[in-house]
Nanobody
Framework: QVRLVESGGGLVQAGGSLRLSCVAS????????MGWYRQAPGKQRELVAT???????NYADSVKGRFTISNNGARHTVFLQMASLKPEDTAAYYC??????????WGQGTQVTVAS
């Protein structure tokens, strides 16, 4: 079992930056992939970015060039550096992890609001 705790959300002006953090605890040596998803009101949850155990990354087209996902090397903390934020980036951001065995876990979410 893995527990995920996010932090770093808040209110920012368009064009600004925020950094989200997610700390995993529990069976962290079983983690294969960590990432961020987001869900805006009335919309489906969507992938933002992922980072795998080998360090490879994947981004949604809408955030490429603006967001950067990274980990702390020990793979149990993942960061999402968000720059050039737009009002359409406003959403609840959720940390996600997948274990080698296929199990998946979600954090409780952190709100990001970008004011125009």
């Amino acid at each position: 079992q893995v527990r995920l705790v996010e932090s770093g959300g808040g209110l920012v002006q368009a064009g600004g930056s925020l950094r989200l953090s997610c700390v995993a605890s529990g069976s962290i040596f079983s983690i294969d992939l960590m990432g961020w998803y987001r869900q805006a009101p009335g919309k489906q949850r969507e992938l933002v970015a992922t980072i795998s155990s080998d360090g490879s990354t994947n981004y949604a087209d809408s955030v490429k060039g603006r967001f950067t996902i990274s980990n702390n090397g020990a793979r149990h903390t993942v960061f999402l550096q968000m720059a050039s934020l737009k009002p359409e980036d406003t959403a609840a951001y959720y940390c996600h992890t997948r274990l080698y065995a296929g199990y998946t876990y979600w954090g409780q979410g952190t709100q990001v609001t970008v004011a125009s």
